[in-house]
């Protein structure tokens, strides 16, 4: 059974970091590619950053950039998202994402863990 298990969510302080940690297990994911996404309260789904579990390039949004980190442990089969310097606008849901690179592509998700980012 596939599963994507995200902990690490809370309440922070403005400027304060956090982990999320995304544990996978149920299959291999050397073809996938390991992201994080965000939903906050009305709007939609957006990328924040991924890995790419064979490789290792990363990728981010502009809106987090130089504030959050990507980065995943092969041998423990998580993937992990150093947030630092939160913002209040990061507060959402966050879910972990799996997403097969080559055809046919493939998508796994998280339940989601809920960051919340007080001024």
């Known amino acids: 059974q596939v599963q994507l298990v995200e902990s690490g969510g809370g309440l922070v302080q403005a400027g304060g970091p956090l982990r999320l940690s995304c544990v996978a297990s149920g299959r291999t994911w050397s073809s996938f590619r390991m992201g994080w996404f965000r939903q906050a309260p009305g709007k939609e789904r957006e990328f924040v950053a991924a890995?790419?579990?064979?490789?290792?390039?990363?990728y981010y949004a502009d809106s987090v950039k130089g504030r959050f980190t990507i980065s995943r442990d092969n041998a423990k089969n998580t993937v992990y998202l150093q947030m630092n310097s939160l913002k209040p606008e990061d507060t959402a849901v966050y879910y972990c994402?799996?997403?097969?690179?080559?055809?046919?592509?493939?998508?796994?998700w998280g339940q989601g863990t809920q960051v919340t980012v007080s001024s």
């Open positions: 890995v790419d579990w064979s490789a290792g390039r990363t």
């Open positions: 994402n799996a997403h097969r690179v080559p055809y046919p592509p493939m998508d796994y």
